[in-house]
Nanobody, 127 residues
Framework: QVQLVESGGGLVQAGGSLRLSCAASVRTFSTYSMGWFRRTPGKEREFVAGIAWSGGGGTYYGDSVKGRFTISRDNAKNTVYLQMSALKPEDTAVYYC???????????????????WGQGTQVTVSS
């Protein structure tokens, strides 16, 4: 069983930055690929970023966040991060951390294919 706990959300002005963290309670964290999705009311969950078991194994980003967001991980701390910069009001959403029991991030998977989700953290970007 994997438990994920996100933190770091909050209110920020447009153009600002935030860093989200996701702490995983699993002994074999380094064997999981990790990612972030987000959801706004009335919309489907949107892929934000994904990272393989090792950062060198590849990182992936949704088109709307490329060049502004950076995903990273610290396997010694069982934590994955999402550094968000140049935030826009349209980035306002609940951000969820996911874990995939596969070492490489598999692009294109549907949200319902991930077994492990955090509870989410709200990010609000004011204009």
């Amino acid at each position: 069983q994997v438990q994920l706990v996100e933190s770091g959300g909050g209110l920020v002005q447009a153009g600002g930055s935030l860093r989200l963290s996701c702490a995983a309670s699993v002994r074999t964290f380094s064997t999981y690929s990790m990612g972030w999705f987000r959801r706004t009311p009335g919309k489907e969950r949107e892929f934000v970023a994904g990272i393989a078991w090792s950062g060198g194994g590849g990182t992936y980003y949704g088109d709307s966040v490329k060049g502004r967001f950076t995903i990273s991980r610290d396997n010694a701390k069982n934590t994955v991060y999402l550094q968000m910069s140049a935030l826009k009001p349209e980035d306002t959403a609940v951000y969820y951390c996911v874990a995939d029991n596969f070492p490489l991030w598999r692009p294109g998977r549907r949200p319902d294919e991930y077994d492990y989700w955090g509870q989410g953290t709200q990010v609000t970007v004011s204009s």
